[in-house]
C-alpha cells in the first residue's frame, strides 16, 4: 500500500494529537500540522501532501473555504473533512467545496482506516 503523506488541520490541538495517534501504523505519514483554514491552505502549498483532513469550523477560514482554495491550486491534494457537525446538509456543503471525504469526528477511531482504504481503492467518501 502507498504511504500517504498526511496534513492534519484543526483549531483543537487534542484532536489532532488524537488523529495522529489513531493515524499511527496505517498507510499515513503526518507531514505537518496546522490549526486554521489559512494554515491549510499555506501548508498544502508548501509541503504538497497526499492528504489534509481538516476540520469543519475553524476560526478566521474554516475548512470549507480553505478545501475550495486548496483544490485550485495546482495538482490539489485530497481533502477530508472531519467534523461532530455531521448532516446531509454539512456533508453536501463539504461536497460543494471540493472535499473527496467525510468524517464524523466521534466516529474518527472507528471509521478512518475505512475511509483510507477506500481511498486506497480509488473511492470518494463524501
Do not use: W
Not at 477530508?80 to 474518527?108: L, W
Amino acid at each position: 500500500m502507498t504511504t500517504l503523506r498526511t496534513l492534519l488541520i484543526d483549531d483543537n490541538k487534542a484532536f489532532v494529537v488524537l488523529a495522529r495517534h489513531l493515524l499511527a501504523g496505517t498507510q499515513v505519514e503526518v507531514v505537518g500540522e496546522g490549526y486554521d483554514g489559512y494554515d491549510a491552505v499555506r501548508l498544502a502549498e508548501e509541503i504538497r501532501p497526499d492528504l489534509i483532513i481538516m476540520d469543519l469550523a475553524m476560526p478566521g477560514m474554516g475548512g470549507l473555504q480553505a478545501t475550495r482554495l486548496i483544490k485550485a491550486q495546482d495538482h490539489p491534494p485530497r481533502v477530508v473533512i472531519a467534523s461532530h457537525y455531521d448532516d446531509a446538509a454539512h456533508r453536501e456543503f463539504a461536497a460543494q467545496s471540493g472535499a473527496d471525504g467525510f468524517i464524523n469526528k466521534q466516529d474518527y477511531e472507528h471509521n478512518i482506516a475505512q475511509l483510507l482504504r477506500e481511498f486506497s481503492r480509488g473511492e470518494a467518501h463524501v
